[in-house]
């Protein structure tokens, strides 16, 4: 058994490809071997910005022998058949077995392959997947027709330490790499994972991405300490800047004092995008005048000059935030309104004017739904949510929109109510993204995100299969958890057509009837996800929504929740099985007989004790329903539901449905449907699992 090691050596790989191509490359490697027979004890996969490398442990130094049979023609049969299958076999006449197979005597070969190198295999599987790697963007250099990430500089490709002659473009693999760019640039031989990886590290190169990641972190998190602050969590930047770096050391420069007036998201912001650099937090959680570079160097200084060099790179940076700070305040927020109309929200639904428009009408009137939501203030946080579109800030930043125009609507003077409202209107933004609970911020949040709803349904823009260009499944969740978590009894069925009617004359053709009702189906569907992830079993959903009349969230839920502790009851599930028995029963007899049995049963006709009692806890029981259901207590419904347990089982043991007397049996099977008419009341049962 031997070991398999490749390295390809290139210019530097995008950061945010490359833990996907590290991925790829032990898939198709791997699953190509497989595909030539060949097995192997483990296989390990590495990126840096440089290289990609994979490590194969255990494989053969040949694939396994294989012996292959074919049945050929007939004894006796034509000479010609005979030549074709011996020039496919590659065997002579006298090297074939004849064989009786009951149904006449055959000629078969009996083909025994070698098994094939490891080698030859290797290097077939690694230039296929070379040649087919799915990079989401590559390149051509120079005069080659090859595609990579970027410019190749070297393979190193080795089994049982000799050579695999890998051949990709201009580049023959060797036994030969190098280390850090600067650091140790020179080249070194290797002779296996073992001496590469050794070599590596003394090269000044750290091979294990996650090695580099805790490296940095680690280093991070003491020079914080050592400055007396804390470094600022941010998972996505450590993962960016483990793919920039191949031999990690983390410095700690100094923020200028006359930029700190500048809102804190400003310069964490303006620090992230364009230096990559982290955050520190003093012990109030607000930002400390350093920031910290993590440099791919090691210096004789302890970093200064590198230090004194990102400084001024970022005074400069800093310099144009507060400039667009400052020009901004010069002008009002609503000011700018009318620059919106410049900015178009989607081709076939008006600008972003427009937009916003609907959201101030629609906020107003979601007003009435929102406990202490003051109808003006709700109209004119919708009104200036978009307004910071068109400043300097959000145009060199975009990531800051709303959180800027709650900085300038404070710096105009509107309530602290309206300026939260701004800033937070965008939320949630996903699923770990907590939900606003400010009354205004809620209105102004699901104004935004039902209006888009509805007007990219209504022009037939949905979510297909895996993609969701407009982001419709995060603002329906979003919608969903605005209105579930702060217990809003919206009535989802008339806010979508009135959100409808704000659309101007002749933009939506679509009924507005029509679209609300697929957006329920849509809302329905995000919920199932919703709660499945909350552990909720999506059949309680379906059995609940079934019911057609459901768009009042909260009460849906509870709904839900009522249904589920009722079903893990005694009574429950025994219910469950017998309305399945009487649902089974009057379909396969309405049928058969053509007809519905819906309707009431004729009491006077009831003849068994059992069925009589079965009439008599019928219609107290649907009374209780009645006035559960009619109050929104939902336990008590499923407490009426759990009445009819005992009468229902004590029917179906005493009582023959199919009774020889025709006025009779369709009395009782009468009797049956109102069984399911009156659980049907709560949910369609027949949309339980289990």
Not at 194 to 217: C, G, M, Q, W
Not at 224 to 252: K, Q, S
Not at 402 to 414: C, F, H, P, S, T
Request: proline letters at 5%.
């Amino acid at each position: 058994m031997a070991e398999l090691l490749l390295e390809i050596f290139s210019e530097e790989i995008p950061a945010r490809m490359q833990a996907r191509a590290a991925e790829d490359l032990l898939r198709m490697v791997t699953e190509g071997l497989g595909k030539n027979g060949l097995t192997f004890d483990g296989a390990r996969s590495y990126v840096t910005p440089r290289r990609l490398v994979l490590v194969i442990e255990g494989l053969p130094t040949a694939g396994p022998d294989v012996s292959e049979e074919k049945r050929g023609p007939r004894v006796g049969a034509p000479e010609q058949a005979m030549a074709g299958f011996l020039s496919s076999t590659g065997m002579a006449l006298e090297q074939l077995e004849k064989r009786d197979t009951g149904k006449g005597e055959f000629y078969f070969a009996i083909i025994n392959k070698k098994g094939r190198p490891t080698v030859d295999a290797a290097k077939e599987v690694i230039e296929a997947a070379m040649a087919d790697f799915p990079w989401p963007k590559s390149q051509r250099w120079g005069t080659e027709t090859v595609r990579w990430v970027r410019p190749l500089q070297s393979i190193l490709c080795l089994f049982a330490g000799a050579v695999v002659p890998v051949s990709f473009g201009p580049i023959t693999a060797g036994n030969v790499s190098r280390g850090h760019r600067f650091l140790a640039p020179a080249d070194f031989t290797v002779t296996d994972f073992a001496d590469y990886s050794t070599k590596l590290a003394a090269a000044k190169v750290v091979l294990d991405p996650v090695e580099r990641r805790h490296a940095i972190l680690r280093q991070a998190e003491e020079a914080a300490a050592a400055a007396g602050f804390a470094l600022r969590a941010d998972d996505g930047l450590l993962a960016e800047v483990t793919g920039l770096v191949e031999y990690p050391n983390v410095m700690i420069g100094v923020i200028d004092d006359k930029f700190m007036a500048v809102p804190q998201e400003v310069l964490i912001t303006s620090m992230r995008s364009h230096q990559k650099y982290f955050s520190l937090l003093k012990a109030d959680g607000s930002l400390a005048p350093r920031f910290l570079v993590v440099s791919n160097m090691e210096t004789n200084d302890n970093g200064a000059a590198i230090t004194a060099g990102n400084q001024r790179v970022l005074r400069a940076r800093l310099s144009d935030a507060a400039f667009f700070w400052d020009t901004d305040r010069k002008q009002r927020l609503d000011s700018r309104l009318p620059k919106l109309a410049e900015r178009l929200f989607y081709a076939k639904l008006g600008t972003m004017a427009d937009k916003v428009e609907r959201m101030a009408i629609l906020a107003r009137h979601l007003t009435a739904f929102v406990e202490a939501a003051h109808a003006d203030e709700a109209e004119r946080a919708a009104r200036l949510a978009k307004a910071d579109l068109s400043t300097e800030m959000v145009g060199e930043f975009p990531e800051l929109q709303g959180i800027m125009g709650r900085y300038y609507a404070l710096n105009d003077g509107e309530t602290p109510a309206v300026a939260d409202a701004i800033a937070g209107h965008y939320a949630p933004q996903g699923p770990s993204d907590s939900v606003p609970t400010a009354p205004l911020t809620i209105c102004a949040a699901l104004a935004d995100k039902i209006d888009s709803l509805v007007g990219f349904f209504a022009i037939d823009e949905k979510p297909t299969g895996s993609k969701d260009p407009f982001a419709l499944r995060r603002a329906a969740l979003g919608v969903i958890r605005l209105v579930v978590e702060n217990n809003l009894r919206l009535p989802l069925f008339a806010v979508l057509q009135f959100a409808h009617s704000l659309y101007k004359p002749g933009v939506l053709s679509a009924d507005p009837r029509m679209v609300a009702n697929d957006l329920l189906d849509f809302f329905a569907d995000r919920m199932k996800v919703h709660l499945k992830e909350k552990g909720v079993r999506h059949d309680l959903v379906n059995a609940i929504f079934a019911l057609g009349d459901e768009d009042d969230l909260v009460r849906l839920l509870a709904r839900v929740d009522a249904l589920a502790d009722f079903l893990s009851s005694d009574d429950g599930s025994n219910l469950l099985i017998a309305y399945r028995r009487a649902a089974n029963i009057v379909k396969i007899e309405e049928k058969k007989d053509g007809t519905s049995f819906a309707g009431p049963a004729d009491v006077s006709r009831l003849k068994e004790p059992e069925e009589q009692a079965l009439g008599q806890a019928l219609a107290p029981a649907r009374d209780a329903l009645a006035h559960a259901l009619k109050a929104e207590d939902f336990a008590d419904a499923m407490a009426a539901l759990a009445q009819l347990r005992r009468p229902v089982d004590a029917f179906f043991d005493k009582v023959t449905v199919n009774a020889d007397q025709a006025e009779l049996r369709v009395n009782r099977l009468k009797l049956l449907a109102e069984i399911g008419a009156a659980m049907g009341e709560v949910a369609d049962f027949s949309k339980v699992e289990g």
